[in-house]
Protein backbone atom coordinates (compact mmCIF):
# COMPACT_ATOMS: atom_id res chain seq x y z
CA UNK A 1 0.00 0.00 0.00
CA UNK A 2 0.46 3.73 -0.24
CA UNK A 3 2.75 6.17 1.89
CA UNK A 4 2.21 9.72 1.13
CA UNK A 5 4.40 12.50 1.98
CA UNK A 6 3.19 15.55 3.37
CA UNK A 7 2.59 18.87 0.63
CA UNK A 8 4.28 20.85 4.14
CA UNK A 9 8.43 20.65 4.10
CA UNK A 10 7.94 20.98 7.66
CA UNK A 11 5.91 18.16 8.74
CA UNK A 12 7.18 16.25 6.28
CA UNK A 13 7.74 12.90 7.50
CA UNK A 14 9.52 9.50 6.21
CA UNK A 15 7.12 7.67 3.83
CA UNK A 16 6.48 4.16 4.56
CA UNK A 17 6.39 1.23 2.48
CA UNK A 18 3.54 -1.84 3.00
CA UNK A 19 4.73 -4.60 0.58
CA UNK A 20 1.81 -6.17 -1.36
CA UNK A 21 2.64 -10.17 -1.96
CA UNK A 22 5.79 -11.10 -0.40
CA UNK A 23 8.22 -11.57 -3.24
CA UNK A 24 12.32 -12.66 -2.22
CA UNK A 25 13.19 -12.83 -5.98
CA UNK A 26 16.49 -10.97 -5.81
CA UNK A 27 16.74 -7.31 -4.95
CA UNK A 28 14.63 -4.93 -5.49
CA UNK A 29 14.94 -1.92 -8.10
CA UNK A 30 13.03 1.71 -7.35
CA UNK A 31 11.59 3.84 -10.03
CA UNK A 32 10.58 6.97 -10.22
CA UNK A 33 7.50 8.37 -11.62
CA UNK A 34 7.06 12.47 -11.36
CA UNK A 35 4.08 12.59 -13.78
CA UNK A 36 1.87 9.30 -13.47
CA UNK A 37 -1.40 8.90 -14.85
CA UNK A 38 -4.68 7.24 -14.72
CA UNK A 39 -5.60 5.43 -17.50
CA UNK A 40 -9.18 4.94 -18.55
CA UNK A 41 -9.50 2.55 -21.69
CA UNK A 42 -12.73 2.70 -23.43
CA UNK A 43 -13.39 0.72 -26.92
CA UNK A 44 -15.83 1.33 -29.34
CA UNK A 45 -16.44 -0.54 -32.44
CA UNK A 46 -16.09 1.99 -35.67
CA UNK A 47 -15.18 6.07 -34.33
CA UNK A 48 -17.90 8.06 -35.89
CA UNK A 49 -17.52 11.88 -37.01
CA UNK A 50 -21.23 12.78 -36.24
CA UNK A 51 -23.32 10.97 -33.17
CA UNK A 52 -22.50 9.66 -30.28
CA UNK A 53 -19.67 6.71 -30.38
CA UNK A 54 -21.37 4.50 -27.71
CA UNK A 55 -17.92 3.08 -25.72
CA UNK A 56 -17.12 0.36 -23.24
CA UNK A 57 -14.91 0.32 -20.56
CA UNK A 58 -11.87 -2.06 -21.35
CA UNK A 59 -9.72 -0.96 -17.99
CA UNK A 60 -8.83 1.45 -15.65
CA UNK A 61 -4.90 1.36 -14.26
CA UNK A 62 -2.55 3.82 -13.40
CA UNK A 63 0.11 4.72 -15.69
CA UNK A 64 2.91 6.51 -16.15
CA UNK A 65 6.89 5.20 -17.09
CA UNK A 66 8.55 4.05 -14.22
CA UNK A 67 4.68 2.71 -12.37
CA UNK A 68 4.77 0.57 -15.44
CA UNK A 69 8.08 -0.83 -15.19
CA UNK A 70 7.68 -1.83 -11.63
CA UNK A 71 4.40 -3.49 -12.48
CA UNK A 72 6.29 -5.14 -14.80
CA UNK A 73 9.11 -6.47 -13.35
CA UNK A 74 6.48 -7.31 -10.24
CA UNK A 75 5.05 -10.02 -12.95
CA UNK A 76 8.08 -11.54 -13.92
CA UNK A 77 8.35 -12.37 -10.33
CA UNK A 78 10.80 -9.43 -9.92
CA UNK A 79 11.17 -6.62 -6.70
CA UNK A 80 10.60 -2.99 -7.32
CA UNK A 81 8.75 -0.16 -5.34
CA UNK A 82 7.89 2.82 -7.47
CA UNK A 83 8.29 6.27 -6.45
CA UNK A 84 5.82 8.56 -7.42
CA UNK A 85 3.67 12.17 -7.44
CA UNK A 86 -0.04 11.70 -6.48
CA UNK A 87 -2.37 15.07 -5.94
CA UNK A 88 -5.83 15.50 -5.12
CA UNK A 89 -9.07 13.45 -5.78
CA UNK A 90 -6.85 11.50 -8.85
CA UNK A 91 -3.85 10.81 -6.84
CA UNK A 92 -6.02 9.12 -4.17
CA UNK A 93 -7.43 7.27 -6.64
CA UNK A 94 -4.08 6.44 -8.17
CA UNK A 95 -3.05 5.50 -4.64
CA UNK A 96 -6.08 2.86 -3.99
CA UNK A 97 -5.63 1.23 -7.40
CA UNK A 98 -2.02 0.60 -6.79
CA UNK A 99 -2.74 -0.91 -3.94
CA UNK A 100 -5.66 -3.01 -5.10
CA UNK A 101 -2.90 -4.12 -7.63
CA UNK A 102 -0.54 -5.51 -5.26
CA UNK A 103 2.19 -2.62 -6.07
CA UNK A 104 4.43 -1.39 -3.51
CA UNK A 105 4.98 2.11 -4.13
CA UNK A 106 5.18 5.74 -2.01
CA UNK A 107 3.23 8.59 -3.25
CA UNK A 108 4.83 11.93 -2.67
CA UNK A 109 1.30 14.17 -2.29
CA UNK A 110 1.30 17.21 -4.80
CA UNK A 111 -0.54 20.46 -4.59
CA UNK A 112 -1.50 19.83 -8.52
CA UNK A 113 -4.26 17.01 -9.22
CA UNK A 114 -2.60 14.25 -10.72
CA UNK A 115 -3.41 13.83 -14.49
CA UNK A 116 -6.04 11.05 -16.20
CA UNK A 117 -5.48 10.02 -19.42
CA UNK A 118 -7.86 8.37 -22.16
CA UNK A 119 -7.16 5.54 -24.44
CA UNK A 120 -9.78 5.22 -27.46
CA UNK A 121 -9.11 2.15 -29.05
CA UNK A 122 -11.09 1.23 -32.20
CA UNK A 123 -11.92 -2.61 -32.65
CA UNK A 124 -13.12 -2.34 -36.03
CA UNK A 125 -9.35 -1.14 -37.40
CA UNK A 126 -7.29 -2.45 -34.25
CA UNK A 127 -6.27 0.74 -33.62
CA UNK A 128 -5.66 2.80 -30.87
CA UNK A 129 -5.97 7.13 -30.21
CA UNK A 130 -4.12 8.18 -26.73
CA UNK A 131 -5.14 11.73 -25.25
CA UNK A 132 -3.11 12.91 -22.90
CA UNK A 133 -2.97 15.74 -20.78
CA UNK A 134 0.51 17.72 -19.95
CA UNK A 135 -0.40 17.21 -16.26
CA UNK A 136 0.19 19.35 -13.09
CA UNK A 137 2.54 22.39 -12.13
CA UNK A 138 5.08 21.25 -9.08
CA UNK A 139 6.79 23.97 -7.30
CA UNK A 140 10.47 23.28 -6.22
CA UNK A 141 9.47 21.76 -2.86
CA UNK A 142 7.66 19.15 -4.24
CA UNK A 143 10.40 18.40 -6.39
CA UNK A 144 12.74 18.55 -3.68
CA UNK A 145 10.67 16.39 -1.57
CA UNK A 146 11.15 13.51 -4.63
CA UNK A 147 14.62 13.62 -4.22
CA UNK A 148 14.42 13.00 -0.80
CA UNK A 149 12.24 10.24 -1.11
CA UNK A 150 14.17 8.98 -3.99
CA UNK A 151 17.50 9.07 -1.87
CA UNK A 152 16.12 6.76 1.07
CA UNK A 153 15.54 3.96 -1.47
CA UNK A 154 18.53 4.50 -3.70
CA UNK A 155 20.94 3.30 -1.57
CA UNK A 156 19.45 -0.26 -1.26
CA UNK A 157 18.51 -0.45 -4.76
CA UNK A 158 20.95 -1.97 -7.12
CA UNK A 159 19.20 -0.03 -10.22
CA UNK A 160 17.15 3.65 -10.22
CA UNK A 161 14.80 3.76 -13.10
CA UNK A 162 14.29 7.25 -13.69
CA UNK A 163 10.53 7.07 -16.61
CA UNK A 164 8.35 9.09 -18.43
CA UNK A 165 8.06 12.94 -18.52
CA UNK A 166 8.88 15.56 -16.53
CA UNK A 167 5.60 17.60 -15.12
CA UNK A 168 5.40 21.37 -15.44
CA UNK A 169 7.49 23.72 -12.94
CA UNK A 170 10.60 21.03 -12.69
CA UNK A 171 14.11 22.44 -14.31
CA UNK A 172 15.33 20.81 -17.50
CA UNK A 173 18.15 19.81 -15.69
CA UNK A 174 16.25 17.21 -12.83
CA UNK A 175 16.93 14.13 -14.10
CA UNK A 176 20.49 15.09 -14.34
CA UNK A 177 20.31 15.51 -10.47
CA UNK A 178 18.53 12.52 -10.23
CA UNK A 179 21.21 10.87 -12.08
CA UNK A 180 23.88 12.32 -9.59
CA UNK A 181 22.19 11.23 -6.40
CA UNK A 182 22.04 8.04 -7.71
CA UNK A 183 25.46 7.74 -8.10
CA UNK A 184 26.40 9.21 -4.83
CA UNK A 185 24.30 6.79 -3.50
CA UNK A 186 26.09 3.61 -5.30
CA UNK A 187 23.20 3.12 -7.67
CA UNK A 188 22.44 3.06 -11.32
CA UNK A 189 20.68 4.94 -12.86
CA UNK A 190 18.02 3.51 -16.36
CA UNK A 191 16.60 6.48 -18.11
CA UNK A 192 14.09 6.44 -20.86
CA UNK A 193 12.73 9.88 -20.97
CA UNK A 194 12.76 12.33 -24.16
CA UNK A 195 12.81 16.99 -24.83
CA UNK A 196 15.43 18.63 -22.58
CA UNK A 197 15.36 16.84 -19.77
CA UNK A 198 17.08 13.78 -21.64
CA UNK A 199 19.71 16.34 -22.84
CA UNK A 200 20.86 17.51 -19.63
CA UNK A 201 20.55 14.32 -18.42
CA UNK A 202 23.01 12.73 -20.55
CA UNK A 203 25.56 15.59 -19.88
CA UNK A 204 25.32 14.14 -16.52
CA UNK A 205 25.76 10.83 -17.45
CA UNK A 206 24.19 7.87 -16.66
CA UNK A 207 24.47 4.03 -17.07
CA UNK A 208 21.99 2.82 -19.11
CA UNK A 209 19.59 5.18 -21.74
CA UNK A 210 16.99 3.34 -23.51
CA UNK A 211 15.69 5.65 -26.44
CA UNK A 212 13.04 4.89 -29.37
CA UNK A 213 13.83 6.22 -32.99
CA UNK A 214 11.95 9.55 -32.29
CA UNK A 215 14.08 10.31 -29.49
CA UNK A 216 16.88 8.92 -31.12
CA UNK A 217 16.70 11.45 -34.19
CA UNK A 218 15.92 14.30 -31.78
CA UNK A 219 18.99 13.88 -30.48
CA UNK A 220 21.16 12.87 -33.92
CA UNK A 221 18.77 15.56 -36.05
CA UNK A 222 18.20 13.54 -38.87
CA UNK A 223 16.51 10.01 -39.18
CA UNK A 224 17.47 6.82 -37.51
CA UNK A 225 15.76 3.70 -39.85
CA UNK A 226 18.45 1.14 -39.33
CA UNK A 227 20.92 -0.57 -37.36
CA UNK A 228 24.05 1.69 -39.01
CA UNK A 229 22.12 5.00 -37.56
CA UNK A 230 21.46 3.57 -33.96
CA UNK A 231 25.14 2.54 -34.34
CA UNK A 232 26.53 5.96 -35.02
CA UNK A 233 23.79 7.36 -32.25
CA UNK A 234 25.33 4.98 -29.46
CA UNK A 235 28.84 5.47 -30.50
CA UNK A 236 28.36 8.76 -29.41
CA UNK A 237 26.82 8.26 -26.46
CA UNK A 238 29.44 6.04 -25.44
CA UNK A 239 32.53 8.29 -26.16
CA UNK A 240 31.43 11.26 -24.87
CA UNK A 241 30.24 9.11 -21.44
CA UNK A 242 26.51 10.16 -21.67
CA UNK A 243 25.82 6.36 -21.16
CA UNK A 244 28.07 3.26 -19.99
CA UNK A 245 25.29 1.09 -21.60
CA UNK A 246 22.96 2.61 -24.64
CA UNK A 247 20.13 0.75 -26.17
CA UNK A 248 17.92 2.38 -29.76
CA UNK A 249 15.03 0.41 -30.51
CA UNK A 250 14.15 0.29 -33.65
CA UNK A 251 10.33 -0.89 -33.66
CA UNK A 252 9.96 -4.02 -35.67
CA UNK A 253 13.68 -4.29 -36.74
CA UNK A 254 14.53 -4.73 -33.00
CA UNK A 255 17.21 -2.71 -30.98
CA UNK A 256 20.63 -1.99 -30.82
CA UNK A 257 23.02 -2.72 -27.75
CA UNK A 258 26.07 -0.73 -27.08
CA UNK A 259 28.74 -0.96 -24.66
CA UNK A 260 32.15 -0.79 -24.34
CA UNK A 261 32.78 -3.99 -25.65
CA UNK A 262 30.93 -3.47 -29.05
CA UNK A 263 27.77 -2.94 -30.39
CA UNK A 264 25.42 -6.22 -30.65
CA UNK A 265 22.18 -6.24 -33.34
CA UNK A 266 19.11 -7.95 -31.60
CA UNK A 267 16.62 -8.79 -34.05
CA UNK A 268 12.83 -8.82 -32.79
CA UNK A 269 11.34 -12.04 -33.06
CA UNK A 270 8.40 -13.13 -35.14
CA UNK A 271 4.82 -12.03 -33.53
CA UNK A 272 2.73 -14.86 -33.11
CA UNK A 273 -0.45 -12.81 -33.86
CA UNK A 274 -1.54 -8.97 -34.84
CA UNK A 275 0.45 -6.25 -33.64
CA UNK A 276 -2.27 -4.35 -31.59
CA UNK A 277 -0.40 -1.07 -30.00
CA UNK A 278 3.81 -0.34 -29.10
CA UNK A 279 2.55 1.62 -26.79
CA UNK A 280 3.76 -0.47 -23.74
CA UNK A 281 6.19 -1.85 -25.41
CA UNK A 282 9.12 0.69 -24.52
CA UNK A 283 8.29 0.04 -20.60
CA UNK A 284 8.19 -3.20 -20.86
CA UNK A 285 11.01 -3.72 -22.72
CA UNK A 286 12.99 -1.47 -19.52
CA UNK A 287 11.03 -4.05 -16.84
CA UNK A 288 12.77 -6.77 -18.48
CA UNK A 289 16.20 -5.04 -19.32
CA UNK A 290 16.70 -3.88 -15.75
CA UNK A 291 15.05 -7.11 -13.87
CA UNK A 292 17.48 -9.19 -15.80
CA UNK A 293 20.56 -6.80 -15.43
CA UNK A 294 19.32 -7.02 -11.24
CA UNK A 295 19.67 -10.58 -11.57
CA UNK A 296 23.39 -10.62 -13.17
CA UNK A 297 22.61 -11.62 -16.78
CA UNK A 298 25.00 -9.41 -19.16
CA UNK A 299 23.78 -6.25 -21.08
CA UNK A 300 23.12 -8.11 -24.35
CA UNK A 301 21.44 -11.33 -23.06
CA UNK A 302 18.86 -8.60 -20.85
CA UNK A 303 18.31 -6.44 -24.15
CA UNK A 304 17.32 -9.67 -25.68
CA UNK A 305 15.12 -10.54 -22.69
CA UNK A 306 13.66 -6.95 -23.29
CA UNK A 307 13.26 -6.91 -26.97
CA UNK A 308 11.09 -10.49 -26.85
CA UNK A 309 8.96 -8.73 -23.69
CA UNK A 310 8.89 -5.43 -26.11
CA UNK A 311 7.52 -7.98 -28.97
CA UNK A 312 4.73 -9.52 -26.90
CA UNK A 313 3.19 -5.84 -25.42
CA UNK A 314 2.88 -5.33 -29.11
CA UNK A 315 0.33 -8.25 -29.09
CA UNK A 316 -2.09 -6.49 -26.90
CA UNK A 317 -4.12 -3.14 -27.15
CA UNK A 318 -3.21 0.44 -26.06
CA UNK A 319 -1.04 -0.12 -22.74
CA UNK A 320 -2.63 -3.50 -21.50
CA UNK A 321 -0.50 -6.61 -19.67
CA UNK A 322 1.18 -8.12 -22.11
CA UNK A 323 1.45 -12.46 -21.80
CA UNK A 324 4.43 -13.18 -19.65
CA UNK A 325 4.24 -16.72 -20.89
CA UNK A 326 3.88 -15.22 -24.68
CA UNK A 327 7.07 -12.98 -23.57
CA UNK A 328 9.32 -15.94 -22.64
CA UNK A 329 8.51 -18.03 -25.54
CA UNK A 330 9.64 -15.19 -27.91
CA UNK A 331 12.97 -15.06 -25.80
CA UNK A 332 14.69 -18.20 -28.17
CA UNK A 333 13.44 -16.00 -31.33
CA UNK A 334 15.36 -13.10 -30.42
CA UNK A 335 18.42 -13.22 -33.12
CA UNK A 336 21.85 -12.06 -31.96
CA UNK A 337 24.38 -10.31 -34.66
CA UNK A 338 27.62 -8.76 -34.11
CA UNK A 339 28.99 -7.72 -30.78
Known amino acids: MSAAASTDPVTAETPRVESGPENTAGPATVTLTMNPTIDLCWEVEHLAGIGKNRARVR??????GGINVARHIARFGGRATAVHTAGGEVGLRLNRLLDE????????DIGDDTREALVLFEAGTHRSYHIVPPGPRL?????QRCLEVLGRFAGSSPYVVASGSLPGGLPDHYFAT?????KEAGSRLVLDTSGPALRAALAEGVFLFRCNRTEAESLTGRPVTGFDDA???????LTTGAAEIAVTTLGALGALCSTAHGHTELHAPPLPGTPLSDAGAGD??????TMELAAGEDP???CASGVATAAAAMLTPS????????ARSLRPMVRITGG
Do not use: C
Not at 178 to 182: G, K
Open 231 to 237: RALNERL
Open 178 to 182: VARHA
Open 319 to 326: TEPFDVEV
Open 139 to 143: NEGEG
Open 59 to 64: SVAVGG
Open 101 to 108: EGIDHVAV
Open 284 to 289: SMVAAL
Open 300 to 302: VSA
